[in-house]
């Protein structure tokens, strides 16, 4: 249904920030809810945060809240993760999603990018 492409990963020691960025091709991207997962090497893919539609409420992990920030621009059609005190545990693929359902459950999800590589390095 949508098609989703991240950018903005890349390498940077702890402490440093990052900004990634998820464009929709949809036109109805504003339709649906969109978060950020991630998945480091071994571990299951995790949730890491969450907006709605209308971008009025998110919802985050513990481990990210107070450094990661999500939003949107539905008349951009991107969603946005900044990433703010970085540390090595953060290092993962990290995977835009969207969905219709408003959930922070991985299979809630409808549609997955292929993910941008985020290390952190000590």
């Known amino acids: 249904q949508v098609q989703l492409v991240e950018s903005g990963g890349g390498l940077v020691q702890a402490g440093e920030s990052l900004r990634l960025f998820c464009a929709a091709s949809?036109?109805?991207?504003?339709?649906?809810?969109t978060g950020w997962f991630r998945q480091a090497p071994g571990k299951e893919r995790e949730f890491v945060a969450t907006?709605?539609?209308?971008?009025?409420?998110?919802f985050y992990a513990d481990s990210v809240k107070r450094r990661f920030t999500i939003s949107r621009d539905n008349a951009k059609n991107t969603v946005y993760l900044q990433m703010n005190s970085l540390k090595p545990e953060d290092t993962a693929v990290y995977y835009c999603?969207?969905?219709?359902?408003?959930?922070?459950?991985?299979?809630?999800?409808?549609?997955w990018g292929k993910g941008t590589l985020v290390t952190v390095s000590s």
């Open positions: 907006i709605n539609r209308s971008g009025e409420s998110t």
């Open positions: 999603a969207a969905s219709v359902r408003f959930s922070v459950v991985r299979n809630d999800m409808n549609d």
């Open positions: 949809e036109r109805t991207f504003s339709w649906y809810n």
